[in-house]
């Protein structure tokens, strides 16, 4: 089955000799638009990728205005986000206790920092940066889709609506970088980490979340991983591999958290449904990770003693600026 949009051969981005194996062949489960998608791993660095891959000009198709991210980052006017966690302590401090001290719940997200500035790369429509300013931040934000950029703009704050290569460089330099879900989609994530590399302050911390795709959950459903997202996804990290791309981008790692959440492992179940024709139950299962809501307390059990062994399919990364 042909791709329907233009798509490039890349090699790895690391400068390694062009010897890659294949690793799986996948579609585009989003959106189902036609074709298949191959995800090689190359035997000298064993970081793996997409490939052959949409252009970066073919790529927005992939990217329509009703994109989960684009949608599910809105903010209601006048209305700041409270996280999960905080909703929970002003209501159960008991269920906090147990959830902040024994699980340590939701505690890897951030560095401890006083507010100073933040830049957001794929901000999306603009709830992290609305949720950072009220806490006493200066923000900016940086988004490829015009729609959700107009949107986070009109919250009141600087986006520039485009790629992080188009992005102009800022008159000040940032105390904190933060990107949720993103650096896989970069076309030239080393590139990137370098801009923002020049974007930082010297004992600037940047913090950023990806898929783990050294986790149990990519073996065990292959291409029907939830977290695979193609084509939309480039590249596929390990704790290993992240270690070297962002070395790589001029940015040393300091810690990596493995996210307490088992929300892929149940979408993904989702998928397997779908594929042996149950589509309503899996779909069900494939929305999962937008309305859990309460199901992630109920499973974090789980999902704290997987997070132990590395064995969850989300890790956080906190990386300073190398000296």
Same mark, same amino acid.
């Given at each position: ?34 074709? +298949? ?9 064993? !970081? ?8 970066? +000009? ?8 009703? =994109? ?27 269920? #906090? ?15 401890? &920092?006083?507010?100073?500035?933040? !830049?957001?790369?794929?901000? /999306? ?8 300013? /009220? #806490? ?11 729609? /959700? ?5 009109? !919250? ?12 102009? +460089? ?9 990107? $949720? ?9 080393? /590139?990137?980490?370098?801009? !923002? ?21 990519? #073996? ?5 991983? =939830? ?15 992240? #270690? ?54 109920? &499973? =974090?059990?789980?999902? $704290?003693? &997987? ?17």
């Amino acid at each position: 089955m042909s791709n329907p949009f233009p798509t490039e051969d890349v090699a790895c981005p690391l400068g390694c000799h062009r010897h890659d194996e294949t690793i799986l062949v996948g579609q585009d489960r989003i959106h189902d638009l036609p074709g +298949q998608f191959v995800v090689v791993k190359c035997k000298q660095c064993g !970081l793996m990728r997409t490939n052959p891959r949409p252009t970066p +000009q073919s790529m927005a198709n992939y990217y329509p205005d009703d =994109y989960g991210p684009y949608l599910g980052t809105r903010v209601a006017a006048n209305v700041v986000q409270v996280p999960v966690v905080e909703k929970v302590a002003f209501y159960k401090k008991p269920i #906090r206790y147990i959830f902040k001290h024994f699980f340590q719940f939701n505690t890897e997200v951030m560095p401890p &920092l006083p507010p100073g500035r933040m !830049l957001e790369i794929g901000c /999306a429509s603009g709830s992290f940066l609305h949720h950072m300013s /009220a #806490r006493g931040w200066q923000v900016q934000g940086i988004e490829f889709s015009a729609k /959700a950029a107009e949107v986070a703009s009109g !919250l009141g704050y600087p986006v520039h609506a485009g790629s992080l290569e188009t992005a102009p +460089q800022p008159a000040e330099a940032f105390d904190l970088i933060v990107g $949720w879900m993103v650096l896989e989609h970069l076309h030239d994530p080393i /590139a990137g980490l370098k801009k !923002l590399r020049n974007c930082a302050k010297s004992d600037a911390w940047l913090v950023l979340s990806v898929p783990n795709a050294g986790s149990v959950e990519f #073996r065990l459903f292959g291409n029907r991983w =939830y977290a695979l997202q193609l084509p939309n996804h480039l590249y596929h990290f390990t704790p290993n591999t992240i #270690r070297r791309v962002l070395d790589a981008g001029g940015w040393k790692v300091e810690k990596i958290h493995h996210q307490r959440v088992l929300s892929n492992l149940i979408a993904s179940t989702g998928y397997v449904l779908i594929d042996k024709g149950y589509p309503r139950l899996g779909r069900k299962l494939v929305d999962y990770p937008v309305r859990s809501g309460w199901g992630n307390f109920i &499973l =974090y059990p789980l999902a $704290w003693l &997987l997070s132990q062994f590395g064995q969850t399919g989300r890790m956080t990364i906190w990386a300073r600026v190398k000296s």
